[in-house]
Antibody, heavy 113, light 110 residues
Framework: EVQVVESGGGSVQPGGSLRLSCVGS????????MTWVRQAPGKGLEWVAN????????YYVDSVKGRFTISRDNAKNSLYLQMNSLRPEDTAVYYC??????WGQGTLVTVSS | QAVVTQEPSLTVSPGGTVTLTCGSS?????????PYWFQQKPGQAPRTLIY???NKHSWTPARFSGSLLGGKAALTLSGAQPEDEAEYYC??????????FGGGTKLTVL
């Protein structure tokens, strides 16, 4: 059975940090670009970041450049998102996806004082 | 970054046909934008229906099809079913360096 599972979400104060993880089972991440997508409460989908198969290319939406870092560990079939200097507007469900077929169920990040 | 536009809402009768469109603020949508279409039902994660304009995944119902139409990407649903009621999002890739989702189309089957 194919599963993509995110973890690491939670509540954090503005200016804080969180590291999201995503692990796949029943499918391989290593030959695919991977992505993070977020969805603020009651809002639409927003692309956040992409990473190439070997990690040599990374791209970000303007609003997170310099604050978020996408990375991967193909040996662990895992994807990560390091989020620093968090803002209230970063509050969202964060989804991991293998571009563009399998998605995880998401992990909620809440940034609030 | 570009803005991607979709119809905010559409209604289709059961068994009917409806076309959702996806436009770009930068000009005509082409195959080079690798248009994608996703379906999301309340409380669920998105599901990819169409990739690279018109390709379907193994789980994509045959009644969904993707195309380019009048400078936009299009998702056509032929023979709508009650279970097709959902939010539909398109995604366009720009020069492989960034991607933008449309605002979503709320499809009602009524």
């Amino acid at each position: 059975e194919v599963q993509v599972v995110e973890s690491g979400g939670g509540s954090v104060q503005p200016g804080g940090s969180l590291r999201l993880s995503c692990v796949g089972s029943g499918l391989s991440f290593s030959s695919y670009w991977m992505t993070w997508v977020r969805q603020a409460p009651g809002k639409g989908l927003e692309w956040v970041a992409n990473i190439k198969q070997d990690g040599s290319e990374k791209y970000y939406v303007d609003s997170v450049k310099g604050r978020f870092t996408i990375s991967r560990d193909n040996a662990k079939n895992s994807l990560y998102l390091q989020m620093n200097s968090l803002r209230p507007e970063d509050t969202a469900v964060y989804y991991c996806a293998r571009i563009w077929d399998y998605w995880g169920q998401g992990t909620l990040v809440t940034v609030s004082s | 970054q570009a803005v991607v536009t979709q119809e905010p809402s559409l209604t289709v009768s059961p068994g009917g046909t409806v076309t959702l469109t996806c436009g770009s603020s930068t000009g005509a949508v082409t195959s080079g934008h690798y248009p994608y279409w996703f379906q999301q039902k309340p409380g669920q994660a998105p599901r990819t229906l169409i990739y690279d304009t018109s390709n379907k995944h193994s789980w994509t119902p045959a009644r969904f099809s993707g195309s380019l139409l009048g400078g936009k990407a299009a998702l056509t649903l032929s023979g709508a079913q009650p279970e097709d009621e959902a939010e539909y999002y398109c995604l366009l890739s720009y020069s492989g360096t960034y991607a933008v989702f449309g605002g979503g189309t709320k499809l009602t089957v009524l």
